[in-house]
């Protein structure tokens, strides 16, 4: 019911967009803003919660000084990959965020085997390269904010180029991937493929005619970081595990803090000038933010996974 909600919403979006009054880049700007510090951030501000019912949930000791410890050493670690190599630090936090998006999403299909992994990452593929790519010409001058983007002009122009040939070449390897799962699990899948290929199809036509940022704010607000809290929520209430104030009081915490870091790391490099160097700045703390929060992730739906394959 909650999917149905938010692609309502995101076609609502759309025929607004389209046909009553366009939103203006400042408006956008504010809603994908906005969207990012009430929802975006606070999706994953319970990650030390979620890491704690992980270990709980897999009979492990659980340390909060070496959970602390781990997660920040990968958010320098991958901080650090995306300064001294820029470029392939982009291409992994590319892949990174494919998986994640596409694990969210497919969470309720059993994707531990290979085919189910290259599923999900092609999923998420394709999502990014409609995003980015088909609004490429909104991109590149995010590319551009940094030296690297300078450094790295012909690779970024080659993209330019061949951007609809791989998003081609993504549509292929999405609907090939998703061939060999279904006829894999046909058994198992037989229910919701229809319904999850409607939904997808969906998306794809929202996020390909709204713009970049306003298709962005869709994706990874209005539906990716709902549905994760969602499912966030309901995974730490399930056996009473943890009280809905407590969820509450640690969500907003860490936000404050994460919101906090952003912007002391935001002002120090100047980057907080004008919108376009405040988007090019999130889209970067968001990618140093996915290196250890998908890990956790991860480690949650496989436990959902366990849960409903026991109660089946």
Known sequence: MLRIVLLLLGCML??????IIPLNSST??????????????????????????NANSSKKLFSKFRFL???????FAFAAILWFFPLAGNLLFILFAAYHFGETDLYQFKTNTLSGKAFVISYGLLILSVILLHHFEDVKPLFQLFSAGTENSLFIN???????????VSGILFFTTTFIYFLQNS????NDKGQFLIRFAVILLILFNLPMLLGFTFYFVVWHSVLSLNNIINYLRKDNSFKQN????????????AIGG??????????????????????LGLAVLTAPHMQIMHDMYNSLRKIKTAEN
């Open 187 to 190: 058994d198992t899948v037989s």
């Open 262 to 283: 952003i912007a002391m790391f935001g002002f120090a490099g100047f980057m907080f000038i004008n919108s376009n160097a405040i988007v090019g700045y999130l889209f």
């Open 14 to 19: 759309l025929l607004f967009q389209q046909y």
């Open 158 to 168: 080659w993209l330019d180029a061949h951007r609809y040939h791989i998003i081609s």
């Open 69 to 75: 410890a781990v997660y920040v050493s990968r958010l």
């Open 246 to 257: 407590i969820i509450m009081r640690e969500i907003v915490l860490y936000s404050v803090l």
């Open 28 to 53: 956008q700007f504010i809603i994908f803003l906005s969207g990012i510090l009430l929802l975006g951030v606070p999706h994953g501000a319970a990650d030390l919660l979620v890491a704690t019912k």
